[in-house]
């Protein structure tokens, strides 16, 4: 048989060790994803799109109404982008590729704020680019400006942001956004900003878009989708938008590899769009359980927990227990009957384990109780 690609040797499989779904008696605090359903309005056009006969192929980028759409979407984080340089793609784990693709070449380095989304790692490993990365402060998981300038060599070409992040919960201030702006303009680096949970933040500040900021708007590019503020995860639906020269190689891109996400679903994602109410509500609903959840988790000891201030993640420091983290989290899914992430199978989260808490109250209670009666039974 012949070789396959090399690279593929070096791509890790991120949280799937620890994902797969136990028996019933166990409470799971791993999956990252909302617990709702898609919104009704979002279902019925979608169902409406098929029976009009919306099958057949149609323009690549997406339809015009949803790009225009995506663009007015991207305004209330004061993000100004011309709906022609907005491309709809499969899931924002694509734009995340295109982004990449578009603009790094082989061996260029990407400074990736680490504990990071393990997928950014084996997306730069698979198009032969280099992940970098920078630790975040260990104590609010915030950027440590003096460990990026550090990592900064002549080979290094963008930043990846993610701010809510996956897996920490952090929300960058906009002073730190700023200082990721000029940081960037000092460099010459392109910014790829992940603003998959925008709409999910529990600070009283925003997201912020470095896109939004002097000299952000010329090397950022956003990519965001659907999947979490509108649970729609399995719709697979994402977007891109940045600076034309550069959506002009993401479109190249997408006719290359995916055409365009299924047509049917472009009316029903203009829709989304449209909702506030709905959406409004799945994010207030995470909001209290994030109360929730740190409120409890404050109380296990050896466990430090910063409160979560956006997506739905707890980060959980749990050094002070004695055990490290896989030995936390096989030990909690078979003593306890709790599924968590270990924080070391991604870089820099050695020492942490990941809680989702996108589940019932009634399993945050159960669960953390279990963790307690487990931990104190010590
Ligand atoms: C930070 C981050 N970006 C992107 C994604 C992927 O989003 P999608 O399901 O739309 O591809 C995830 C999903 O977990 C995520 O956590």
């Given at each position: ?25 166990v ?18 056009a ?49 734009a ?19 504990p990071?989304?393990?997928s ?34 002549p ?8 701010s ?24 010459d ?20 878009s ?49 055409t ?10 203009t ?80 020492g ?27």
């Amino acid at each position: 048989m012949p070789e396959i690609n090399r690279s593929l040797e070096h791509v890790g499989i991120g949280f799937a060790a620890f994902l797969a779904p136990p028996g019933p008696e166990v409470i799971r605090f791993t999956v990252g994803q909302p617990d709702f359903d898609t919104p009704t309005p979002v279902v019925e056009a979608v169902k409406a799109a098929l029976d009009r006969g919306e099958t057949a192929y149609t323009r690549t980028q997406g339809s015009v109404e949803l790009c225009d759409a995506v663009a007015e979407h991207l305004t209330i984080h004061n993000i100004k982008v011309d709906p022609e340089d907005v491309v709809v793609t499969p899931g924002c784990k694509q734009a995340v590729l295109y982004a990449m693709m578009a603009t790094l070449d082989v061996g260029d380095e990407v400074l990736v704020l680490s504990p990071a989304w393990p997928s950014y790692d084996g997306m730069l490993k698979l198009i032969n680019a280099v992940p970098v990365h920078v630790p975040v402060n260990r104590k609010n998981y915030h950027p440590d400006f003096n460990a990026l300038e550090a990592a900064v060599t002549p080979k290094t070409k963008a930043i990846m942001l993610n701010s809510p992040n996956n897996p920490t919960g952090a929300v960058y201030t906009p002073e730190e956004v700023a200082r990721i702006v000029q940081f960037a303009i000092k460099h010459d680096l392109w910014i790829i900003d992940d603003m998959i949970y925008a709409t999910l933040v529990w600070t009283d500040y925003p997201y912020t878009s470095p896109a939004a900021l002097p000299g952000g708007a010329e090397r950022t590019l956003t990519v965001g989708g659907w999947s979490k503020g509108w649970a729609m995860t399995g719709w697979r639906l994402g977007w891109i938008a940045g600076p034309k020269k550069v959506m002009d190689g993401v479109k190249k891109i997408n006719v290359s590899a995916a055409t365009h996400v299924a047509t049917f679903m472009m009316p029903a994602a203009t829709v989304a769009l449209g909702l506030n109410e709905e959406t409004s509500m799945m994010a207030a609903s995470f909001k209290e359980r994030r109360n929730l959840i740190h409120e409890l988790l404050t109380d296990l000891p050896g466990i430090v927990v910063p409160r979560p201030e956006g997506a739905f993640y707890a980060f959980c420091d749990i050094s002070g227990t004695g055990m490290d983290d896989i030995e936390f989290a096989t030990r909690a899914l078979e003593e306890a009957k709790v599924q968590l992430i270990p924080g070391s199978l991604i870089e820099g989260g050695a020492g942490f384990i990941r809680i989702s808490y996108a589940t019932s109250p009634e399993n945050i209670r159960e669960g953390v109780r279990r963790l307690s009666d487990w931990l104190n039974s010590m």
